[in-house]
């Protein structure tokens, strides 16, 4: 395992010194130290021993020692059914029947940890969103399907190109939170109108004298952009959701200081954007080198706990320049326009 760090510092640096201008994440040999912070399980664990913690393990090991009912709102981000590998491990495609079971191998028991109140968010591609469709609907109450839009992705000559996933929105009863005013896009108004008065109707003016217009949030997201080397919170994880997204996701579906959870943790952006948005946190991750990743991020957080497209309790349009709107302490902000 240190040998395969070892090469990963190496490859890091040598990213490094080919352009000042990428912003990865790098691991350094005294991040090697952060590994002491890792959470391993070996015996039923109660909720503080586990909060803000990242659990180093298999996820079908650790599982039986989560207690239960201790989870608000639960992430899953799991392989998708396709051909990959994640550093040392990889995941085989298999047919759509066999990662439906698989899918049950570590959901079933995961249902015990919810609480009664709890959300569930299921990340998934066009090819495997029927089965995970096919087990939420089993076990809990499905209330929508997140489309968004993932603007890079390869060109195809003889299909269309990939270019969106979907995220299931679940709950485990008719009693749940959910809080749309949290997640408000600040859109551009193309057509400003105005009352008989002569008011604005929806809309307010920026400081750049600019209409815009607060609009509650559905479930087609266009404002999401790929975690690239260019943004502070890229990592080498092949798979890295944004944390522009993790964030629509925690704000609606969770209050502060409730438990947000995510058995697939990765390069740890549930564990950040919980940390940022002042909610408890765990998740577990088999890959050494994806927990330091997390362990940095969140050291980093502590220093700079900003969400990239997330201002002033709004969320902006994509490539949307801050220095141009102008909104700090705006306090057209805190109206209630919206549509």
Request: glycine share 2%; proline share 4%.
């Amino acid at each position: 395992m240190k040998n395969v760090i070892k090469e990963h510092l190496k490859e890091n640096y040598l990213l490094t010194k080919m352009s000042n201008k990428n912003k990865t994440i790098k691991l350094t040999d005294k991040d090697l130290i952060l590994a002491d912070k890792l959470l391993s399980l070996n015996s039923i664990a109660n909720t503080d021993q586990l909060k803000n913690k990242i659990i180093y393990q298999d996820i079908f090991e650790a599982i039986s020692y989560l207690p239960e009912k201790f989870i608000d709102l639960l992430i899953l981000d799991p392989p998708y059914n396709l051909n990959k590998k994640f550093e040392e491990t990889s995941f085989k495609a298999m047919k759509s029947e066999e990662y439906e079971k698989w899918i049950e191998s570590w959901f079933v028991p995961l249902l015990k940890k919810l609480k009664p109140t709890a959300s569930v968010y299921f990340c998934c591609d066009w090819k495997s969103s029927v089965p995970v469709y096919n087990v939420l609907s089993r076990y809990l109450i499905v209330r929508n399907r997140i489309t968004w839009e993932r603007e890079k992705g390869r060109g195809a000559t003889k299909n269309w190109k990939n270019c969106s996933e979907d995220i299931w929105f679940a709950t485990v009863s008719d009693d749940y939170y959910f809080n749309a005013d949290t997640v408000k896009t600040m859109r551009k108004v193309i057509a400003p109108y105005k009352n008989n008065n002569g008011e604005a109707k929806d809309w307010f003016v920026g400081k750049d004298n600019t209409a815009y217009r607060l609009t509650y949030p559905s479930n087609l997201w266009t404002d999401i952009t790929i975690p690239f080397w260019s943004m502070p919170e890229n990592t080498e994880h092949p798979t890295q959701k944004p944390e522009k997204l993790i964030a629509k996701l925690i704000l609606a579906s969770s209050k502060e200081n409730d438990f947000v959870f995510d058995p697939f943790l990765g390069s740890g952006t549930t564990a950040v954007v919980a940390f940022k948005l002042n909610r408890h946190f765990s998740g577990i991750e088999i890959n050494k080198t994806y927990c330091l990743y997390a362990l940095k991020r969140l050291e980093m957080a502590k220093e700079n706990p900003s969400i990239q497209g997330y201002e002033n309790g709004v969320f902006l349009e994509r490539n949307t320049l801050l220095k141009k709107l102008s909104i700090q302490n705006d306090e057209n902000l805190n109206s209630t326009y919206a549509l």
